[in-house]
């Protein structure tokens, strides 16, 4: 009985895909290693239900990035599954990584609208609109600015959403501030999340989210001592997945290597699954070093086990070692 059929099909399968850090440049190398993950994953996704895409989608959330964004995405376009996407500080933060760094928070309205696109029509400028123009740009308008860039492009719903898809929910989930680096989110967040987790809820059927930023102490590159944990309301958000054990939660902003440890970070049913999904734009090592590399995970769901493969994009394989099995119902620990 515990022999798997080798020939047993999975129910659903998806891609998990994250920072791609898309460039105005259209030979930038995070653009071509984009272009090479799409040709690979389109060589294995026939039926998938979908990429899920977990933020920074571009470098800066610039207007450029995301025309090349759509230049590729349509010279791919039919050979693809749906994307869906999160949102990622480098989308929406205050600051544009560069160098040096931009901080949008001290520019005014008027220049944060050179930089990002312009929204509506400036062309009138009424005499008492002048002083604003003058004035730095405040946080929410910031935020809205950032938000509607991201929105627009991408078609999802705000920054935080969920679908269901082929009888599977997936709930992503994001900041609500444009914080440079971390995740905000509001008490209205986690108790939509709370509610959406709550819905037609199953102990033997995973539900899927996605967050940018790793909750501390739990997959590779979010220890504490490593710094890229990032969500301010860690302890919140983790009381609130704690009551679903059947999650498996889906996280980028890291880009550890799948060969790293921690790619999997086992809930032991007092927290859900959580899986580093890499990233396509370059990699990053335990040794706290930069690598060139392209990499994402590949989910297969069958009737009572999630099987996540590893894939380099740039050799067209799949990564040994990283192949990880959550069987389903998650035994639950220390329970009644």
Known sequence: MGNEDKHEQPIVS????????????????????????????????????GIMHVGDVTDRGLPQEY?????????????????RYTVGNHDIGAILWGDPPLNLTTMTQHE???????SGDMGQVEAH?????QESISIEALWQKRLNNFTAITGMNGSYHDHWIDGY???FLGTEQPHPKDCDMSTEQL????????????????????????????????????????????????????RYPQVILFSGHTHWQLEAQRTMYEGGGQLPTMFNASSVAYLWTDEDEYLEGSESLH???????????????VTGSWIEGAEFTVHYPIKVNGGN
């Open 129 to 133: 609109d002048v002083e604003k123009l």
């Open 191 to 242: 108790q939509w999340l709370e509610t959406k987790l709550s819905e037609q809820a199953l102990p033997e059927q995973p539900i899927f989210v996605f967050l940018h930023q790793p909750l501390m102490d739990t997959v590779a590159g979010s220890m504490k001592e490593q710094g890229w944990y990032g969500v301010n309301q860690d302890a919140a958000l983790k009381a609130v997945l704690s």
């Open 67 to 83: 025309q090349e964004l759509q230049r590729i995405l349509e010279a791919h376009g039919d050979s693809l599954p749906a994307i």
């Open 14 to 49: 998806f891609h998990v895909i994250t920072d791609t850090h898309v460039r105005e440049q259209a030979d930038h190398i995070h653009n071509r290693h984009l272009e090479k993950a799409l040709e690979d994953i389109a060589t294995y996704s026939h039926g998938s239900s």
């Open 169 to 171: 929910h997936y709930i």
């Open 299 to 313: 989910v297969d769901v069958y009737r009572d086990r999630v099987v996540v493969k590893g894939r380099n994009h």
């Open 112 to 118: 944060v609208d050179e930089v990002l696109g312009h």
